[in-house]
């Protein structure tokens, strides 16, 4: 159903009779979370790069009212010319439109908006909190809020800011901070972005 140049396309998938095997694209560059890790943080220009194919992915997901909620370096491919390929779209959902679509509690606790912390309903914004938190993460080398305490965590995603270090441009921290507002309704979306 998806066809878009930053997303891995399924090119077939057959079953036997106790497996189901799904053949995607191929991409030999590895997860953006290896190379990211082995940098520590991207330089700026790189970060945007990354992110620019990102919004472009993910406001084609939500253009189809796909939800993806699971954006994290560790679903993004890169091919050989390295591009990225949003992968595993195992917690994607179908016909969700803003401001609300679904209550599921899923995603990786890093990258969890205060709306689904908080046990309320949510929709397409839900991935542009993420987004906001991705690209902290590629300035930074961490997710924002991180702890290795959940609770603590979960806490800071709910009641803090995020907090930057100075090598970050404020073009980097506005868009951050517009992705990462708390209520869903004031949170940047493809518009603000792009701008």
Known sequence: MMDHPFIVSLQFAFQTEDKLYMVLDFFNGGELFTHLKNQRRFPEPVAKFYAAEIFLALEYLHSLNIIYRDLKPENILLDEDGHIRLCDFGLSKEGIDLP????TFCGTPEYLAPELLQGEEYGLQL???AYGVFVYEL???IPPF????KQVMYRKILMDDP???NSVSREFK???EGCCIKKP???FGPAEIRA
């Open 174 to 176: 506005h868009l951050i």
């Open 163 to 165: 907090m930057f270090p």
């Open 127 to 129: 991935d542009w909190w």
């Open 185 to 187: 309704q004031n949170r």
């Open 139 to 141: 300035v930074v080398g």
């Open 146 to 149: 991180y702890s290795k305490n």
């Open 100 to 103: 609300s679509g679904t209550k």
